[in-house]
């Protein structure tokens, strides 16, 4: 099993920024998916951020152009830059990956425990 833990959640004002990572405990070599999600209480866990291996981040409408997904393989970690943060960004984010067979089969395959983000004036 894959084991995924993310840090860098906190507090701030609308229009600041946040760091989160992603660490993995298996080579992002062998993740051909890896990605952000974020889920409020009561709402489905929604798509933030994507990367395909060997293609462009993919991100959801409502964080193009403000977030970024990033990896560095050598350090199994994945990265989400969070700037000019708004209100409805608070959530609890998760990191996401999966294997090509598992990501082909059923989708995104293993979760982190989530960080949360707290955006608030």
Request: hydrophobic share 35%; proline share 4%; aromatic share 10%.
């Amino acid at each position: 099993q894959v084991q995924l833990a993310e840090s860098g959640g906190g507090s701030v004002q609308p229009g600041g920024s946040l760091s989160l990572s992603c660490a993995a405990s298996e080579s992002l070599f062998s993740l051909a998916v890896v990605g952000w999600y974020r889920q409020t209480p009561g709402n489905q866990r929604e798509l933030v951020a994507v990367i395909h291996r060997g293609r462009n981040p993919n991100y959801s409408d409502p964080v193009k152009g403000r977030f970024n997904i990033s990896k560095d393989n050598a350090k199994n970690a994945v990265y989400l830059q969070l700037n000019n943060l708004k209100p409805e960004d608070a959530a609890v984010y998760f990191c996401s990956a999966a294997r090509w067979d598992d990501y082909e089969n059923r989708g995104m395959a293993y979760w982190g425990k989530g960080t949360l983000v707290i955006v608030s004036s």
